[in-house]
């Protein structure tokens, strides 16, 4: 799993990019558009130390 802030055409570029490589019968994909004001809408509770939301994160 990974996760990552993208401008409009980054996400239109890696959406068709890991359209092309995914084996559509073992692999899935979910693609979650949060909007401008998508630091309001992650919350997290529990352990794990805290995350730059601008940087990629793998999973």
């Keep these: 799993m990974f996760e990552c802030v993208v401008d409009a055409a980054q996400f239109a ?3 068709i ?3 092309n490589i995914i084996d559509e019968n ?3 994909l979910r693609f ?3 909007g401008n ?3 309001n ?3 997290h509770i529990g352990i ?3 995350i730059d939301l601008e940087a990629p ?3």
């Design 41 to 43: 809408k992650v919350e």
């Design 17 to 19: 990019e890991l359209t």
């Design 32 to 34: 979650y558009q949060l």
């Design 48 to 50: 794990k130390k805290s």
């Design 37 to 39: 004001n998508y630091k």
């Design 13 to 15: 570029t890696l959406k």
């Design 57 to 59: 994160l793998i999973f």
């Design 26 to 28: 073992q692999d899935s």
